[in-house]
């Protein structure tokens, strides 16, 4: 597979532009290649141009529409929000970057209450006295709450491991025609 085109594999763009194929771009991103194709059918994520043989082909600029798809995920948006935001005016980098902050000092303040009652609850402890059910209870509940988010990023990561190699194995046969068509 090729690391990006040159010149006319677009059929006809200038000799300087890069482009990328799709699996080029899940490669660079760590995205699915399902996960792209599916930006591509909702209208998020279109590729600029295409091979004479149909396979999608990216360019610089579509990797920067990537770059704030994916910035604005990372700050939680469901991707209709992502769509909305992207379809106003150019997205505002400094108020992505003030919303990445808000959200990083709402974690900071999560963690730092539940260091907080673990200290308490250690010191409790360590001085024999009993833990309340309240203490207990109110312990329990925040342990969960930062673990289940811990396991379902994990969660996340592993189901987006198995997609790309589904996808690395589905189009491996698309690979290899696509290697024939270009003469190699």
């Not at 590729?47 to 149909?54: A, E, F, K, L, R």
């Not at 990445?100 to 010191?123: H, M, N, Y």
């Amino acid at each position: 597979m090729a690391k990006h085109r040159e010149g006319s594999a677009d059929g006809g763009a200038g000799a300087a532009s890069r482009r990328w194929k799709v699996g080029d771009i899940a490669a660079l991103t760590g995205l699915t290649i399902r996960t792209l194709r599916y930006y591509d059918q909702i209208g998020l994520f279109s590729p600029s141009g295409q091979t004479d043989s149909g396979h999608r082909l990216y360019d610089e600029s579509d990797l920067s529409r990537l770059h704030q798809i994916l910035a604005l995920k990372e700050l939680g948006l469901p991707l209709t929000e992502v769509q909305s935001v992207l379809e106003r005016d150019a997205p505002d980098l400094s108020e992505i970057i003030a919303a990445q902050i808000g959200r990083l000092r709402e974690k900071i303040r999560v963690q730092q209450k539940l260091l907080s009652e673990l200290e308490q609850a250690s010191a409790a402890v360590r001085s024999h006295a009993p833990l309340g059910v309240e203490a207990f209870t109110k312990l329990l509940g925040m342990m969960k709450q930062s673990h289940e988010k811990y396991f379902w990023e994990r969660r996340t990561q592993a189901e987006q491991a198995l997609d790309r190699l589904g996808d690395w194995l589905a189009d491996e046969p698309e690979e290899n025609q696509e290697d024939h068509d270009q003469g190699g």
